[in-house]
């Protein structure tokens, strides 16, 4: 008996020192094997760490260990060298195979590379095979012989228990992968519950959404109108910008969907800016909106920088900024906002274009970008000198204080170089610094601070990891990440946010705010503790269906967008909102709201009504606003709004028995009466 136990106990070390060999194997192998397709499901070989290794390895060990050891028992009579039993023993194997890969799958954040798992599958049983053969031999069986009588029963028994149960494991795994794989919508949900099963602690802050009655087509970006706390506009990826007004009013103001042939991959509508004047009430005020997104020009794959004046019928398109791209679509950037300075910024990837890696004079791909889109000139700008071939530059002027300015050859709109993909920043305007999420190749996310002329070092570093020499001289300063975090299977894309300054939510006062894509979480940097960052919020979309942007408006709030369903309008813009704690400032916020239905009543119902209609004063029926249209919201700054109060109708072209209220309220109680305009409801939706 004792003979037997020992026998079963080595045949079962046997079993596990080839699996660990087959694993080992397929590590090294997977980098080189060319018969198994190149598909990264959350990243690439360079993420996985050696724990990593040890935790894969180690649990797949031990799920086999349980598996061959049960196998042993149920066949405790059957011989070795049996051909029946190394037919069970190979179903056995790809059962725990499978078991043990959708839980590394499902229930770990381990980076899933399926050359790797693949391998596996294919090196295990061969070496299997030729240990069986060689047991088969020291009783006399040829090899062809112990192959005949193997296959023989592997047919006979396609009815067994164990193999029944490994095909339908196999089948199982198979439509989870397809599935994953193949829809966007599917891939989403499984990346949620990933993401989940990652989640140690609790999470104390939500994302409520801004218009919960409002689904949009895969909202990207988002820009706050200038003068204005509550009014915005939204670019969805499809290239519609819809505006929302205080009390959630949706108007399509631009639809560029035409220019726009795909939106695989990272192609599509990426980011949205508002010229800072856009509708100020001043002479020089405009309605000039920005957009940079992928397109196609003469048949080939381009982005383009565009300037659109929605004053006029046609949207009249101006392109700034066109140059070709890679055809696959990867690494374009981008995000755009003004400073404070006037100019605007703007973020290009670097184009899977490995000859403009580390240079400033091939194309404009890989850095920060800084125009004068107003062309002021007078020693603030000057009109462009260098260009490079398939770029087309035009209608801006280039900062005479951009940092390389006069270098021989460089394309001067260069403020920052050495990125990657830096799809989303934010300016500092106290400290003249530029805060990026870039996202990495396989290995690392990084949130770099660059100032003017830094260079990020991309693609010598990433993060940490050193990916070639250092070139003999750098252009600019190099400057290494401020924050860097590893990949895995859940955390994949870095969405950069901001230093949150505002009032509404003091706990988060000077921390970095930013989110990862991949897996729909959003974080907290005290970055002046040295701590890591403390996840506070996550959505129900992740993956590419995840978060695209963060956003800081005047008034103390967080939005963020989230593209949502890849299949029918399901995005959303959402705030974000602590847990109890939050309750408490937005039942303040209906005290200030009663507090503006006063001013309100006081001041201005006399004239345009309780309810804003303009019903107040029949001599003014025919020329008051009425407060609670679409159009008059969605087309209506708060600064409009201001400048009438202030100035008076007449002044504004308004109706001349509008009085003038110039020293009658105070700025807080000038936004409190805003406040209450904006939030009459439209009859027609009641």
Not at 188 to 209: E, H, M, Q
Not at 605 to 629: M, Y
């Amino acid at each position: 008996m004792k003979n037997k136990n020992y026998s079963a106990i080595a045949r079962v070390l046997g079993y596990e020192l080839i699996l660990l060999i087959s694993l080992v194997a397929s590590f090294y192998l997977s980098r080189f094997a060319i018969f198994i397709p190149n598909i990264y499901l959350g990243g690439g070989l360079n993420t996985v760490t050696i724990a990593d290794a040890q935790y894969a390895i180690g649990l797949m060990l031990l799920i086999h260990a349980i598996g061959f050891i049960t196998g042993l028992w149920a066949n405790k009579n059957t011989p070795a060298n049996a051909a029946c039993g190394a037919a069970v023993h190979l179903s056995i194997f790809i059962l725990s195979n499978t078991l043990a890969v959708l839980y590394l799958f499902l229930f770990s954040d381990l980076t899933f590379v399926v050359r790797y798992y693949g391998l596996t599958f294919l090196i295990y049983p061969v070496l299997y095979l030729l240990t069986f053969i060689r047991r088969s031999a020291a009783v006399g069986k040829s090899a062809g012989s112990t192959l005949r009588d193997l296959f023989g029963p592997v047919a006979k028994n396609f009815a067994n228990l164990w193999t029944a149960a490994a095909i339908l494991s196999l089948a199982i795994f198979g439509s989870v992968f397809v599935a994953f794989y193949a829809n966007k919508d599917i891939r989403n949900s499984i990346n949620v519950f990933r993401a989940g099963n990652t989640i140690s602690g609790p999470i104390n802050w939500v994302l409520d959404p801004l218009c919960p009655e409002t689904k949009f087509d895969r909202p990207i970006h988002l820009a706050v109108l200038p003068g204005s706390d509550s009014s915005y506009f939204v670019l969805e990826r499809t290239g519609r910008i819809k505006s929302i007004s205080s009390n959630c009013s949706i108007a399509t103001v631009l639809d560029i969907s035409a220019r726009i042939p795909s939106l695989a991959i990272e192609n599509g509508a990426l980011a949205i800016a508002v010229h800072p004047r856009f509708r100020d009430g001043s002479a020089r005020s405009n309605q000039l909106v920005f957009i940079y997104y992928t397109g196609m020009s003469e048949g080939v794959n381009v982005v383009r920088l565009s300037k659109f004046d929605l004053s006029n019928e046609d949207n009249a398109e101006s392109i700034l900024i066109e140059q070709e791209r890679d055809s696959s679509g990867f690494h374009n950037g981008g995000a755009l906002s003004f400073g404070d300075d006037g100019f605007l910024y703007l973020s290009i990837g670097e184009l899977t274009n490995p000859d403009a890696h580390q240079r400033i004079d091939v194309a404009l791909a890989g850095g920060i970008f800084r125009i004068d889109v107003d062309q002021r000139g007078n020693g603030v700008s000057a009109q462009i000198k260098n260009r490079a071939p398939g770029v087309t530059t035009n209608e801006y002027f280039i900062p005479t204080d951009n940092p390389f300015v006069g270098s021989p050859d460089a394309l001067e709109e260069y403020w920052a170089l050495g990125l990657r993909n830096p799809f989303r920043f934010w300016l500092d305007d106290e400290t003249n610094e530029i805060w990026v999420g870039d996202v990495g190749t396989d290995a690392f996310e990084e949130i770099s601070v660059l100032r003017k002329g830094d260079n990020a070092q991309y693609p010598i570093f990433e993060g940490p990891l050193r990916q070639r020499d250092d070139p003999l001289e750098y252009i600019g300063t190099p400057k290494e990440p401020a924050y860097y975090y590893r990949q895995s299977a859940v955390l994949r894309a870095v969405i950069g946010g901001g230093v949150y300054r505002g009032a509404r939510h003091p706990t988060l006062t000077d921390t970095y705010i930013f989110a990862d894509n991949q897996a729909g979480f959003v974080y907290s940097w005290d970055f002046e503790s040295g701590d890591d960052p403390e996840l506070i919020a996550r959505t129900i979309f992740a993956g590419q269906n995840g978060i695209t942007s963060l956003t800081f408006p005047p008034d103390g709030e967080i939005l963020i967008t989230a593209m949502g369903s890849s299949q029918s309008p399901g995005g959303i813009v959402a705030r974000l909102r602590k847990v109890g704690e939050n309750e408490v400032a937005y039942s303040e916020l209906s005290s200030e709201l009663a507090a503006n239905q006063s001013l309100y009543d006081q001041n201005c119902a006399r004239c345009h009504g309780d309810a804003g209609k303009g019903e107040g004063a029949k001599a003014l029926v025919e020329s008051a606003p009425d407060f609670s249209s679409q159009d008059w919201q969605a087309n209506t700054s708060d600064r409009e709004i201001i400048d009438a109060i202030v100035g008076g109708g007449e002044e504004d072209g308004l109706s001349n028995l509008m009085p003038t209220w110039q020293g009658a309220f105070s700025d807080d109680e000038l936004k409190n009466i805003v406040m209450k305009i904006r939030s009459f409801e439209d009859s027609s939706n009641d």
